[in-house]
């Protein structure tokens, strides 16, 4: 049972980091919403399919990009996480939030060219809001040796 557990984590720690890293990018487009609303309303050319896929898509791949270098301090927290078997929402999602204010300040020459992530505050909330999301797929029962439920108590025939 626990070998099944283990290779579970396997599969759902992984999840949980590509959930979590498209939720801090739909984060950051909702934040940035305008900007985006504005880029695509600039380019109105005849093949208005390929520019709006063009203009949609590029950002993306570049902002997930980012995300995942501005996320990456969040695997030392989910390690700690797996290791212990802290199952916490409050963890992760501190966790996802200081691992993004860490990586925004750690990364300042990377992040200067992309103009997402000029504001540390939607960049602290994405963070916020990836650690929820990991909390929600693979944080909530973290840790292979520890069983997810207890078994009922034995009675003791007296």
């Given at each position: 049972m626990i070998v099944v557990r283990f290779l579970l984590r396997f599969l759902?720690?992984?999840?949980?980091?590509?959930?979590?890293?498209?939720?801090a990018l739909l984060f950051i487009m909702v934040a940035h919403w305008n900007r985006?609303?504005?880029l695509i309303a600039a380019h109105t050319d005849p093949p208005e399919a390929a520019a709006f896929i063009l203009l949609l898509i590029a950002p993306m791949?570049?902002?997930?990009?980012?995300?995942?270098g501005m996320m990456s301090p969040a695997a030392i927290g989910v390690l700690i996480a797996e290791v212990f078997a802290?199952?916490?929402w409050m963890f992760h999602v501190a966790n996802g939030g200081l691992s993004a204010a860490f990586g925004w300040f750690a990364l300042e020459d990377v992040r200067r060219p992309y103009e997402y992530f000029d504001e540390p505050l939607i960049v602290i909330g994405a963070g916020i809001a990836a650690g929820f999301a990991y909390?929600?797929?693979a944080g909530w029962n973290a840790?292979?040796?520890k069983p997810l439920f207890e078994p009922p108590p034995q009675r003791r025939a007296d």
């Open positions: 759902l720690v992984p999840l949980g980091a590509v959930v979590a890293t498209g939720v985006f609303a504005a791949l570049v902002l997930s990009i980012a995300a995942i802290i199952r916490s909390w929600a797929v840790g292979f040796w």
